[in-house]
């Protein structure tokens, strides 16, 4: 029953391609569609912890030093090969499937009282926001990590948090600032403002923070939006980087990597992300290599991941391991 829900109301399949997926007749289908409405099962996310790979939750958990790995049911996406629209329909579920989850956990923590939470930026994130309901805190307060004003786009830190704090009638804490500055000597300039000063306390005393990861891919997210130049690219290809977070870049190993575009970035700086429970949501086949790479750096203390991302990550990063 929740196998079917979840291709059905997250995975976005019909009925008929439910059917065929779980081997089932269309017709018992819609009975397990109407007795999961029936039974509460189906309501703004699915509840599915039945079916999560718990086996892989596990050894994903032992192998990076989790307190906690969260996934989604598996659609089957990491059987189907790796054309490019494949990938791009993969990651734009499992962007879905892993906002649901994260909106669910993140509900959980918002119904036990006051909480401060740092927010990264980034769709995943966006898509959490989106589907965040069913919980009012007025003590809630959501915190920019990251300078929020660089463009006009829905996955930025601003609109994330501004949409996360209108769904519980919380507080928005932002950081007016852009993401990158054009010299250092301009984000020293920013960085010793007072308004930012007092953004940056709030975001240190968090409760916990919530991030996404990028993969530093020529079609990646940041290098379409034309945050990435195709130069800067190329720098930190040379440099070794394979992964980003709030501007700060990771070789395959989990390293930091001191590039001059970071020391540019305007966003909290990683010593304080580590004294912080760090959470990270991400979900994509595409971006398996750079979720290893964060995940050893030992920032991140948690995990949300959708199923096929998931099994592609254990697979990959046993494999790793066993040629390091």
Avoid at 74 to 88: D, L, Q, S
Avoid at 187 to 197: E, H, K, L
Wanted: hydrophobic fraction near 45%; glycine fraction near 10%; aromatic fraction near 6%.
């Amino acid at each position: 029953m929740v196998r079917a829900a979840w291709l059905y109301y997250v995975g976005g399949l019909n009925q008929e391609e439910t059917a065929a997926r779980l081997g089932l007749h269309r017709s018992r289908v819609n009975r397990l569609l109407s007795e999961a409405r029936d039974k509460g099962l189906v309501s703004i996310t699915i509840q599915s912890d039945l079916v999560r790979l718990l086996e892989v939750e596990h050894r994903l958990e032992a192998q990076f030093g989790l307190d906690f790995c969260v996934t989604t049911p598996p659609i089957g996406f990491e059987r189907i090969g790796r054309r490019r629209e494949t990938t791009a329909l993969q990651a734009a579920v499992a962007r879905r499937a892993v906002g649901a989850a994260a909106a669910h956990f993140l509900k959980g923590k918002l119904e036990k009282g006051p909480a401060t939470i740092g927010v990264g930026w980034g769709r995943t994130l966006e898509q959490m926001a989106m589907q965040l309901t069913g919980v009012r805190n007025p003590e809630a307060r959501f915190v920019s990590l990251m300078g929020s004003l660089d463009r006009n786009l829905a996955s930025n830190s601003f609109e994330v948090i501004q949409l996360l704090a209108g769904r519980v009638g919380g507080q928005g804490h932002f950081l007016a600032l852009p993401f990158v500055a054009d010299t250092e000597s301009d984000r020293d300039v920013f960085m010793s403002q007072r308004t930012v000063a007092g953004t940056l306390a709030v975001a240190r005393a968090a409760d916990l923070h919530m991030i996404g990861v990028g993969e530093l891919a020529a079609d990646a997210f940041l290098t379409e939006r034309g945050m990435l130049s195709k130069e800067d690219l190329a720098s930190l290809h040379a440099a070794g980087a394979v992964a980003d977070t709030l501007g700060h870049f990771f070789d395959a190993d989990g390293g930091e990597i001191d590039h001059p575009l970071s020391r540019r970035t305007l966003a909290i700086g990683l010593a304080d992300l580590r004294e912080t429970p760090v959470v990270l949501i991400a979900g994509g086949i595409c971006k398996v290599r750079a979720i290893t790479a964060l995940l050893r750096s030992g920032v991140v203390d948690g995990l949300v991941i959708d199923g096929d991302t998931a099994l592609e990550l254990d697979e990959f990063s046993r494999a790793s391991n066993g040629r390091r």
